[in-house]
């Protein structure tokens, strides 16, 4: 639920990146910290292992200052991609605007890819929310690596709502910004 | 008795303070939120846990505070902010806004500490914000409504911001 305080004229909405542990979500949040103009990112805070694993999120709020009398802000998070987080991924979901749900393009990490998906469904239920009426947009990371699935199968079988989907090389940068846009406008498109 | 502080909060600074408050509350999905004066008045309260004896709350959860940091001094502590509660089934978590106000979150263990750490700090962070308000006692007026403008602006604003 995005918070429209008319009060203050200040909106704020939540982007959260999802996917199984490894696929590149914090990688995602990194280049944008440090490729986005300074003056428009707060401290990039995460919450890590000493393996730099997420351990529980990585947040990193955008802030388009003022835009129409109201100060727009963003607020994406990661959550913690390992299985044994799946608490953790709860909590973080709760009260998200926006999902970018990232994929590990290699075909060995297809099944996992999946059954995050489903987590992921079946967390928004509980949350009482539908993804196919909310903000959400997929990502195919690691186009880079040899193993990758095409991008044609990797749309038939984990983008069954046809929802936006861009490729990516989060490491090198590569479909970070294309992503973020595409999800920040779904978001303001439905406040 | 500590004499009451001599803030005075208008109705605009409370509005703030609620926003602030009714987040951390949902964020954390805690099942109270207070802001108290350090003399332990209840600013403003929120949650589902509704407590009858909230002005008892506030005063105790004040004196509480006060009293660890006391502990914490004589110990050596150089800066203690916040204490952390840990019951059977509810967790208290207070920390404090500048020297003034405290906050508090009651809080369930299906809630993260971490959570609750960081949501406090950044709630702390707007709440500060408040009270300088509440201090200089400014109050700032506007008016606008999210309209097909203010999509179309926010979206070329994204595009222009959203881009290394
Ligand atoms: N080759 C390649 N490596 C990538 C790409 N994106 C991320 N990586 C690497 O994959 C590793 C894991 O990336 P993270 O961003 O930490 O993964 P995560 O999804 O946050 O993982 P968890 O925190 O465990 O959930 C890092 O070494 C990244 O550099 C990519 O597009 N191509
Ligand atoms: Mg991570």
């Known amino acids: 639920m995005a918070l429209i305080n008319i009060a203050t004229h200040e909106i704020h909405c939540k982007i959260v990146y999802y996917g199984i542990g490894y696929c590149g979500k914090t990688t995602n949040l990194q280049y944008v910290y440090k490729s986005i103009n300074p003056a428009i990112r707060g401290e990039m805070l995460s919450i890590a292992t000493e393996t730099e694993r997420t351990l529980f999120f990585d947040f990193l709020p955008l802030d388009l200052g003022t835009v129409h009398g109201f100060r727009t802000r963003f607020h994406l998070y990661t959550v913690p991609g390992q299985i044994l987080y799946e608490r953790t991924r709860l909590a973080v979901l709760n009260g998200a605007d926006g999902i970018v749900f990232v994929v590990d393009s290699q075909a060995e990490k297809f099944e996992e890819n999946v059954q995050s998906i489903a987590e992921l469904e079946m967390y928004m239920r509980r949350l009482g929310k539908d993804l196919g009426h909310f903000p959400f947009v997929m990502q195919w990371n690691k186009r880079d690596l040899p193993s990758a699935l095409p991008v044609h199968v990797l749309d038939r079988y984990l983008n069954r709502r046809r929802v936006p989907a861009f490729e990516a090389v989060a490491s090198s940068g590569v479909g970070v910004f294309a992503t973020l846009r595409a999800i920040s406008k779904s978001v303001i498109a439905q406040l | ?164």
């Open chain 2, 1 to 164: 008795m500590e004499q009451l502080s001599n803030l005075v909060i208008s109705d605009h600074e409370l509005e703030a303070i609620r926003a602030t408050l009714s987040k951390l509350l949902h964020d954390t999905s805690a099942s109270t939120v207070m802001l108290l004066d350090k003399s332990g008045q209840v600013i403003s309260n929120f949650g589902n846990g509704v407590r009858r004896n909230v002005t008892s709350l506030g005063a105790l959860l004040a004196g509480a505070f006060s009293s660890s940091r006391q502990v914490a001094e004589l110990l050596g502590e150089k800066d203690f902010r916040t204490i952390f509660q840990q019951g059977m089934h509810e967790n208290i978590y207070t920390t404090l806004v500048e020297e003034q106000w405290l906050l508090v979150i009651v809080f369930d263990k299906l809630t993260h500490i971490g959570l609750v750490k960081v949501l406090s700090k950044k709630a702390t962070d707007e709440l500060v914000r408040v009270l300088a308000r509440v201090k200089a006692d400014t109050s700032r007026r506007k008016t606008s409504v999210i309209n097909v403008e203010f999509r179309s602006s926010v979206e070329d604003t994204i595009d222009l911001l959203f881009r290394d």
